[in-house]
Nanobody
Framework: EVQLVESGGGLVQTGGSLRLSCAAS????????IGWFRQAPGKEREGVSCIGSSGGSTYYADSVKGRFTISRDSAKNMVYLEMNSLKPEDTAVYYC??????????????????????WGKGTLVTVSS
């Protein structure tokens, strides 16, 4: 059974940090790009960050560049999103998702969201002002 399980969300003050984790199972983890998306209340889902199958390529949305860092651990089938200098506008449900192409074209907005093959159920991040 394919599973993507996010964890690490919570309530944090402006300027604080959180590390989100995405635990993957049931598919060939190393072959897939893993992306992070978020959806704030009343807003559309947006791509936040992505790491390619090789781990050598990464993508960040302009809104998080310089504040968020994505990484993957193939030994543990995990992807992490380190979030620093958090702002109230970062408040959202964060989802991780897997793309069999190994590329970050969906997160980057080049391909539609349906291009992601597997999705987690999300973890809520709330940044208080």
């Amino acid at each position: 059974e394919v599973q993507l399980v996010e964890s690490g969300g919570g309530l944090v003050q402006t300027g604080g940090s959180l590390r989100l984790s995405c635990a993957a199972s049931g598919f060939t983890f190393d072959a897939y790009a893993i992306g992070w998306f978020r959806q704030a209340p009343g807003k559309e889902r947006e791509g936040v960050s992505c790491i390619g199958s090789s781990g050598g390529s990464t993508y960040y949305a302009d809104s998080v560049k310089g504040r968020f860092t994505i990484s993957r651990d193939s030994a543990k089938n995990m992807v992490y999103l380190e979030m620093n200098s958090l702002k109230p506008e970062d408040t959202a449900v964060y989802y991780c998702a897997a793309d069999w192409t190994g590329l970050c074209t969906v997160v980057a907005g080049i391909k539609p969201f349906r291009g992601m093959d597997y999705w987690g159920k999300g973890t809520l991040v709330t940044v208080s002002s």
